[in-house]
């Protein structure tokens, strides 16, 4: 899996959620396996041309959208932003954030 395809592959999944669709619905749209279509989105290959075109089509989007990821994070990131946060926190904030950490592990 090439680093591409991993970033695409979350893209694809990214715009599919934002539409309230789930995999099977853009599978279908898209005359695909929903197999196939989970392989894509965790990256595992990146989409040949043909359904490239089929999934802008189906979410009605840009190809340009699709490539669009650098808001995307790694976990390693994430916990980079969440620390460089933390350090210039107040106590009571830094408190305040693990109450509601603590309560979305619960929610789990």
Known sequence: MSTLSI????????????????????????DMEATNLSKLEKGVHLPKEDNLKKIISALNIEIKDLFDFGHIKTKEELV?????????????????????????????
């Open 80 to 108: 980079k932003d969440m620390n460089e946060i933390f350090e210039v926190s107040k106590l009571e904030e830094i408190q305040f954030f693990h109450k509601i950490l603590m309560s979305y592990k619960e929610l789990k």
């Open 7 to 30: 970033q695409v592959g979350k893209r694809i999944k990214e715009l599919r959620e934002a539409r309230n669709m789930k995999q099977v619905e853009l599978a279908n749209l898209i």
